[in-house]
């Protein structure tokens, strides 16, 4: 009888790419992947341990389905991924139930260290440095929507942010062949793929590691582009020192790579950005946004900025508010700084308390809601390429889809009212109105062509 796998992906896109490798090869072996945790063989969690609030959502994953298990003990129970790189041994002392921990290093033998747990002398948790470079070779199943993926272009991170645990978790920054990528998208396309992510810790550090002459990000999207005829390719994410006019110019040169560029800022104030070992200050930035909207008038320019550093003043919080009302980026994340053992910033003075990081980020965020309000109302009227997701998940009566603005599970979306159209398809939507994070539109049936 052929055994059943349920998965819990948590986190970001990359480990999203990692769930489906295991998957893959958990198909390979036999396993046929399920709904519902109460039908499955294996369960199967992908942890992300970067922050706190990531680290208790995962062990309220594991809680739950340790609990599934409790009422039908035959079922193996696997925690993978950054949490277990983080804290191995503390977890497998904290959950018996949980048959099988592997960390950051190993989801490509998930389907081994299964076998070995019938011979109960091995070891339950698998920790070592992170140094797998997943390629085209590998076999991996798909859980987005048919219509869309995400492909990862490197491994780990070189970057020394005093805030992030990324580069302990994950190694350092490890970039795949430019050949395998290009491979990896030709099979992608093959199987109808209609708008295709780009993933990376640093998208803006491919090829660094790989020595001087090696193909870099622009090299990479030009052999994309050659190679397949996907019409969308989005990039995630982009370092702010290295967003080049040879990147800007090669994207205007090219509309299949849609004009939305996410670039995490993390601050304005020279001060914090200092502290966080950010290598730029606010006039780097205001220089380079100018050179985006000069080159690239229309593009959608999305950052997160972290509140309560270790230092952060009300005149620093002053500054990003002020930086934002100037700026009108069109979306825009606040998070309240995590306090993370092993990192640079643990030790520093001057921690600010959760209430001072809740009230400033709920400062900002109302601020954004009106600029993004205000941006997304200048939108109506226009005609925009829409691709359709498929019916909303708020109501069944209405179609649901996104421009080239917005990014899958981040932005908002587009709500359609009217006309007729297939998950997968691009087409013209007419904006009707406007919400802070939404938009609403109909299909136009015409062939009239969109605002570019």
């Not at 070592?128 to 997943?134: R, S, V, Y």
């Not at 009217?418 to 007419?430: F, K, T």
Request: a negative charge; aromatic letters at 6%; proline letters at 5%.
């Amino acid at each position: 009888m052929m055994r059943t796998v349920f998965t819990v992906s948590l986190g970001c896109p990359k480990n999203l790419v990692d769930t489906e490798l295991m998957l893959g090869l958990l198909v390979e072996a036999g396993y046929a992947p399920c709904e519902e945790a109460d039908q499955a063989d294996l369960l199967l969690v992908n942890t992300c341990g970067f922050i706190q609030s990531a680290v208790e959502e995962g062990i309220e994953e594991i809680l739950t389905l340790a609990e599934v298990k409790g009422q039908y003990p035959e079922k193996k129970l696997a925690v993978v991924g950054c949490m277990v790189q983080r804290y191995g041994a503390d977890l497998a002392k904290e959950f018996p139930e949980v048959d099988l921990f592997i960390g950051t290093e190993g989801t490509q033998e998930i389907v081994s260290r299964l076998q070995e747990l019938t011979q109960t002398k091995k070891s339950r948790l698998h920790l070592a440095p992170p140094t797998f470079l997943q390629d085209s070779t590998w076999p991996r199943k798909l859980s987005s929507p048919a219509h869309r993926a995400y492909m990862k272009v490197t491994e780990g991170c070189s970057n020394r942010c005093s805030y992030c645990l990324i580069p302990s978790l994950r190694g350092d920054l490890r970039s795949r062949l430019l050949d395998d990528l290009v491979i990896e998208a030709r099979m992608l396309a093959e199987n109808g793929v209609q708008e295709l992510t780009l993933v990376a810790q640093d998208l803006t550090a491919y090829g660094l590691d790989l020595g001087p002459g090696a193909p870099r990000l622009v090299a990479l999207l030009r052999a994309l582009l050659a190679a397949c005829d996907i019409p969308w390719f989005r990039l995630l994410y982009l370092y702010p020192t290295r967003v080049n006019a040879e990147l800007l110019e090669f994207m205007a040169a090219n509309p299949r790579i849609v004009p939305y560029l996410d670039i995490p800022l993390q601050h304005v104030s020279d001060s914090v950005l200092k502290g966080m070992n950010r290598p730029y200050g606010r006039r780097q930035i205001e220089t380079l946004l100018e050179k985006i909207r000069s080159i690239l008038p229309q593009a959608a320019i999305r950052t997160t900025f972290m509140v309560g550093f270790p230092g952060e003043t009300e005149a620093d919080v002053r500054q990003l508010a002020e930086f934002m009302q100037e700026q009108k980026l069109a979306h825009v994340g606040i998070f309240g700084y995590s306090n993370e053992e092993g990192c640079a910033a643990y030790t520093l003075a001057g921690q600010c308390s959760e209430e001072e990081k809740s009230e400033r980020r709920q400062r900002l965020m109302e601020l954004q809601s009106g600029i993004s309000l205000a941006g997304n109302e200048a939108m109506v009227g226009k005609v925009e390429k829409v691709l359709v997701e498929g019916w909303s998940r708020e109501t069944d009566l209405l179609l649901e889809g996104r421009t080239r603005f917005q990014a899958p599970e981040i932005d908002g979306c587009v709500y359609i009212n009217a006309g007729v159209a297939n998950p997968g398809d691009i087409v013209e939507v007419l904006i009707t109105e406007a919400h802070p994070y939404d938009l609403v539109g109909e299909i136009v049936e015409y062939g009239q062509d969109s605002d570019d």
